[in-house]
Nanobody, 122 residues
Framework: QVQLVESGGGLVQAGGSLRLSCAASRRTWSTYAMAWFRQAPGKEREFVATMYGSSGITAYADSTKGRFTISLDNAKNTVYLQMNSLKPEDTAVYSC???????????????WGQGTQVTVSS
């Protein structure tokens, strides 16, 4: 079992930045991939970014590539999502997830955090 707790969401103006954190209850990087997904009101959950901890390989959605960066701090058992140049369409609840393989599909992830709200004003 892995417990995940997100933090760092909030309200920011378009063009601004936020850094989300996802603290894991135990070290997961050697056996799990970590990912961020988001869900806007009335829309399906959407892939944002993933990192396979043991290799450091990352992948991003086209909509976030070049603006968002996923990273991890081994010592703190924490995954981060640095979000720059935010747009109103980035407004959503952002959730982190852990799974056995790096994937863009939410069904491939077994453990989920509760989510943190990110609101970008125009």
């Amino acid at each position: 079992q892995v417990q995940l707790v997100e933090s760092g969401g909030g309200l920011v103006q378009a063009g601004g930045s936020l850094r989300l954190s996802c603290a894991a209850s135990r070290r997961t990087w050697s056996t799990y991939a970590m990912a961020w997904f988001r869900q806007a009101p009335g829309k399906e959950r959407e892939f944002v970014a993933t990192m396979y901890g043991s290799s450091g390989i990352t992948a991003y959605a086209d909509s976030t590539k070049g603006r968002f960066t996923i990273s991890l701090d081994n010592a703190k058992n924490t995954v981060y999502l640095q979000m720059n140049s935010l747009k109103p369409e980035d407004t959503a609840v952002y959730s982190c997830a852990a799974g056995s393989k790096a994937s863009r599909r939410d069904n491939d992830y077994n453990y989920w955090g509760q989510g943190t709200q990110v609101t970008v004003s125009s």
